[in-house]
């Protein structure tokens, strides 16, 4: 890998993870939430320069921000890069865990724009993919996140 390759790498992971810091935080200010923002499209764009990012890094990515949009309470943002997680994951036929997440990404997104039954449908889909999911702990993550989408 080049230094350029190296650096964009590891400024996305520093950025995803600097989101998660955020997205932790009970409560976030508007300054909070517009740097949530910031750092999730930072964290994007970085795994794009990324000689060798697969399709998963993309789709995480788009979740990501959908999940920003979500807590920011932007229905529509989040919707949108739900749509894309969905699309890059189904595409690339990615593992159940990713497009269970995608399908997570898209029922939190309409249950915020009080789209209840396709809320409803995409949480059924999403569940039938954590079914899927091997490893136990990522099956729970799922479906703890999926249980936690009509609280937000």
């Known amino acids: 890998m080049t230094t350029t390759t190296l650096s964009h790498k590891q400024?996305?992971?520093n950025?995803?993870?600097a989101v998660w810091d955020l997205l932790d935080l009970p409560q976030r200010t508007t300054e909070e939430e517009e740097k949530m923002i910031h750092l999730a499209h930072t964290s994007f764009w970085h795994w794009t320069q990324v000689v060798d990012h697969t399709p998963q890094n993309v789709s995480i990515?788009?979740?990501q921000l959908s999940?920003?949009?979500a807590f920011a309470k932007l229905g529509e943002r989040a919707l949108y890069f739900g749509e894309q997680c969905l699309e890059v994951s189904l595409k690339n036929e990615i593992e159940p865990f990713y497009i269970?997440?995608?399908?997570?990404a898209l029922c939190r997104a309409n249950a915020l724009l009080e789209k209840d039954e396709l809320a409803k449908d995409q949480f059924n889909l999403a569940m039938d993919y954590a079914q899927l999911v091997k490893v136990d702990s990522a099956k729970e993550s799922l479906i703890k996140d999926l249980n936690s989408?009509?609280?937000i």
């Not at 269970?100 to 997570?104: H, K, N, P, R, V």
């Open 149 to 151: 989408i009509f609280s």
């Open 15 to 17: 950025s995803f993870n």
């Open 11 to 13: 400024l996305a992971v």
């Open 100 to 104: 269970g997440y995608a399908y997570e």
């Open 67 to 69: 999940r920003v949009y």
């Open 61 to 63: 990515g788009y979740w």
